[in-house]
Nanobody, 124 residues
Framework: QVQLVESGGGLVQAGGSLRLSCAAS????????MGWFRQAPGQDREFVAA????????NYADSVKGRFTISRDSAKNTVYLQMNSLKPEDTAVYYCAAKRTYYVYTELSEYDYWGQGTQVTVSS
């Protein structure tokens, strides 16, 4: 079992920045892909970004490329999502997820473990 706890959400004005953190505990190892997903009210949960623990390979949704950066700190078992140039349409609950694999995955149905989510609200 892997436990994931997100933090760092909040209210920010358009154009601002936030950094989300996802602390992993339990049976963690380098053989995991870590993903960030988001869900806006009335919408499906969607992929945002993912990274592999082992090699640091990354993938981003087109909507966040050039604005968001995913990274990991293996010593702290923590994954980060740096979000810059935020837009009102980025408003959502952001979830961290983990999948036991060496590869990057973007499909939410593939992920095995999920955090409780953290709210991000971007005002115009």
């Amino acid at each position: 079992q892997v436990q994931l706890v997100e933090s760092g959400g909040g209210l920010v004005q358009a154009g601002g920045s936030l950094r989300l953190s996802c602390a992993a505990s339990g049976r963690t190892s380098s053989r995991y892909c870590m993903g960030w997903f988001r869900q806006a009210p009335g919408q499906d949960r969607e992929f945002v970004a993912a990274i592999t623990w082992a090699g640091g390979s990354t993938n981003y949704a087109d909507s966040v490329k050039g604005r968001f950066t995913i990274s990991r700190d293996s010593a702290k078992n923590t994954v980060y999502l740096q979000m810059n140039s935020l837009k009102p349409e980025d408003t959502a609950v952001y979830y961290c997820a983990a999948k036991r694999t060496y590869y990057v995955y973007t499909e939410l149905s593939e992920y095995d473990y999920w955090g409780q989510g953290t709210q991000v609200t971007v005002s115009s």
